[in-house]
């Protein structure tokens, strides 16, 4: 009996992740309703929050999973050996990170640097990307004054400052993948030199 009510709590789960995942495709996540997840998923209010603590929580998950699909593809590219080279791959993250300012909003209240005390599906993305980060600037001709953690750690910190002055009117002379380049170009290479 027991397996029969994990089999029925799984598909159920499953239903309103699936539900979710085709309002925001119609709509955006911002747009995403409890509501509406609810109805398509054909199941009570009550019965999403025994599997989501809020709209969030479920946002949380779905962001958090696209996150890790593009480190998916991230983590099967070859160590990059240039900056440009570096930026090119992490497209398929930026891609995720910008697809809505509502879902970059989320993704900064939940990388854990806001706070939060727990470690959700967000946070660990970030500790992933941190340990791609890490490997690729160990291999390549970058700076060796510092160790490729803290490298890392600064190229993550202007990855998100590029993406909140891609959000910015003020910021549109460049792309992000210029501004990205002048930083990363300053941070990663032996005395900021250009590549």
Same mark, same amino acid.
């Given at each position: 009996?027991?397996?029969?009510?994990?089999?029925?709590?799984?598909?159920?789960?499953?239903? $309103?992740?699936?539900?979710?995942?085709?309002?925001?495709?119609?709509?955006?996540?911002?747009?995403?309703?409890?509501?509406?997840?609810?109805?398509?998923?054909?199941?009570?209010?009550?019965?999403?929050?025994?599997?989501?603590?809020?709209?969030?929580?479920? $946002?949380?998950?779905?962001?958090?999973?696209?996150?890790?699909?593009?480190?998916?593809?991230?983590?099967?590219?070859?160590?990059?050996?240039?900056?440009?080279?570096?930026?090119?791959?992490?497209?398929?993250?930026?891609?995720?990170?910008?697809?809505?300012?509502?879902?970059?909003?989320?993704? $900064?209240?939940?990388?854990?640097?806001?706070?939060?005390?727990?470690?959700?599906?967000?946070?660990?993305?970030?500790?992933?990307?941190?340990?791609?980060?890490?490997?690729?600037?160990? $291999?390549?001709?970058?700076?060796?004054?510092?160790?490729?953690?803290?490298?890392?750690?600064?190229?993550?910190?202007?990855?998100?400052?590029?993406?909140?002055?891609?959000?910015?009117?003020?910021?549109?002379?460049?792309?992000?993948?210029?501004?990205?380049?002048?930083?990363?170009?300053?941070?990663?290479?032996?005395?900021?030199?250009?590549?």
């Amino acid at each position: 009996m027991t397996r029969a009510v994990q089999k029925r709590t799984l598909e159920t789960r499953a239903r $309103l992740i699936a539900a979710a995942e085709e309002v925001i495709t119609e709509a955006g996540y911002e747009a995403m309703r409890v509501e509406e997840v609810v109805l398509r998923a054909g199941v009570a209010k009550g019965t999403f929050f025994a599997h989501f603590r809020d709209k969030e929580a479920l $946002l949380e998950l779905l962001i958090g999973t696209r996150i890790d699909a593009a480190l998916d593809r991230i983590e099967a590219l070859p160590a990059p050996a240039d900056v440009p080279a570096i930026i090119e791959a992490l497209m398929p993250l930026v891609a995720v990170m910008i697809s809505e300012r509502y879902v970059f909003d989320l993704i $900064l209240r939940h990388s854990g640097a806001a706070g939060k005390a727990e470690i959700g599906p967000i946070a660990q993305t970030f500790a992933r990307t941190d340990q791609v980060l890490g490997e690729w600037l160990a $291999l390549g001709p970058f700076r060796r004054d510092v160790t490729p953690a803290l490298l890392s750690s600064g190229v993550q910190a202007f990855l998100i400052h590029v993406i909140a002055l891609h959000f910015c009117a003020l910021h549109q002379k460049q792309t992000l993948q210029e501004m990205l380049a002048e930083l990363l170009q300053a941070w990663l290479l032996p005395g900021g030199t250009r590549a």
